[in-house]
């Protein structure tokens, strides 16, 4: 229990694409009946997702397109899952501590210390009118 899966899902497919085809679904046409707009990132949102960091790989199971997610060696010097349990729970109490305080500075460096892939997004990343 408590394995990662990562799915093969074949040729990523562009967002405007797929919506360009659904307007051509419903008999309309793209730019001239529907218009699509672009209105920018929201908070959190990204434009690609790393299924696999740094000190991971995968390992095949017996279906061809499921994949298990394995840790190389823990990229904080850890030894094993106890010392990784022992060290995220001091880390996420850092963090709790942080939150009470209302300590937003604190919280973003404890993520990035936790996750070192972590990148904070603007709070003006949506467009605004």
Same mark, same amino acid.
């Given at each position: 229990?408590? !394995?990662?899966?990562? +799915? *093969?899902?074949?040729?990523?497919?562009?967002i405007v694409d797929m919506a360009k085809d659904l307007i051509r679904l419903s008999g309309k046409e793209p730019d001239k009946d529907i218009k699509i707009v672009f209105t920018g990132l *929201?908070?959190? !949102?990204? @434009?690609n997702e790393e299924l696999i960091t740094v000190g991971e790989g995968i390992v095949p199971t017996d279906h061809e397109k499921i994949m298990v997610l394995r840790s190389n060696g823990f990229s904080h010097g850890l030894k094993g899952p106890a010392e990784l349990q022992a060290w +995220?729970? &001091? !880390? @996420?109490?850092?963090?709790?501590d942080a939150a009470h305080r209302h300590d937003s500075h604190a919280?973003?460096?404890? @993520? %990035? !210390?936790?996750?070192?892939?972590?990148?904070? %997004?603007? &709070?003006?990343?949506?467009?605004?009118?």
């Open positions: 229990g408590g !394995e990662i899966f990562i +799915l *093969r899902m074949g040729t990523p497919v562009k *929201r908070d959190g !949102e990204k @434009l +995220l729970s &001091a !880390e @996420l109490q850092h963090l709790y919280i973003k460096k404890k @993520l %990035h !210390e936790i996750v070192p892939e972590y990148v904070p %997004h603007k &709070a003006d990343s949506v467009l605004q009118k």
